[in-house]
């Protein structure tokens, strides 16, 4: 008859134990990323926005046929502009330098107050950030000063990117509401 070693009870929980460790780690990928340390950026930058005249840097892509109101705010309601919307240092566009764009959309989405849906990409060309971008998504009532919206992604340094940005209209023309300029503070978590 064979003999059986009297082997203490854990023996082979331990075993069992190190091979599972043994096998498993030939499945682990390794990493060569270390962690990083997440930053807070402050941004702070003027938004040109403009819808008329032969230098119009937003268009409505389904323009209504009646015309709009800005009393009103159901003769705009369902209205989508698409912009390509430069962003400067300073409020004037003339005497600013050019720091970035802003490219996206916005709809008025609400029948009772002047507020828009934004989707937007901002595109950073100058400084620090240059060639990164981040993307701005929410609520906009244009006429609540100030007002928030959120920093949901982003490109380059501003992958994984979250935050808000506090938005103040600076200027806004309303005879027409051709031209609008907003203040943007802007602050981002990244790594």
Same mark, same amino acid.
């Given at each position: 008859m064979a003999k059986t070693a009297n082997l203490p009870p854990n023996h082979f929980l331990i075993v069992s134990i190190i091979q599972l460790v043994i096998f498993s780690s030939a499945f682990i990928i390794p990493t060569t990323t270390s962690a990083k340390l997440e930053k807070l950026t402050h941004l702070h930058f003027y938004y040109h926005n403009n819808i008329a005249g032969p230098h119009a840097t937003a268009v409505p892509i389904n323009p209504k046929i009646q015309p709009v109101d800005l009393r009103d705010p159901a003769s705009l309601f369902g209205r989508l502009t698409i912009a390509d919307d430069p962003l400067t240092?300073?409020?004037?566009?003339?005497?600013?330098?050019?720091?970035?764009?802003?490219?996206?959309?916005?709809?008025? +989405?609400?029948?009772?107050?002047?507020?828009?849906?934004?989707?937007?990409?901002?595109?950073?060309?100058?400084?620090?950030?240059?060639?990164?971008?981040?993307?701005?998504?929410?609520?906009?009532?244009?006429? $609540?000063?100030?007002?928030?919206? +959120?920093?949901? =992604?982003? $490109? =380059? +340094?501003?992958?994984?990117?979250?935050?808000? +940005?506090i938005l103040k209209t600076y200027y806004m023309d309303m005879q027409t509401g051709a031209n609008t300029i907003v203040e943007y503070d802007v602050y981002i978590r990244h790594y």
């Open positions: 240092s300073g409020p004037s566009l003339e005497n600013s330098t050019v720091v970035g764009s802003a490219q996206g959309m916005y709809g008025s +989405a609400s029948q009772t107050e002047m507020s828009f849906a934004m989707v937007f990409n901002f595109a950073l060309t100058q400084g620090k950030y240059k060639g990164s971008s981040f993307c701005l998504l929410g609520r906009n009532p244009i006429f $609540t000063n100030p007002r928030e919206l +959120a920093i949901v =992604g982003g $490109t =380059g +340094a501003f992958r994984f990117s979250r935050g808000y +940005a």
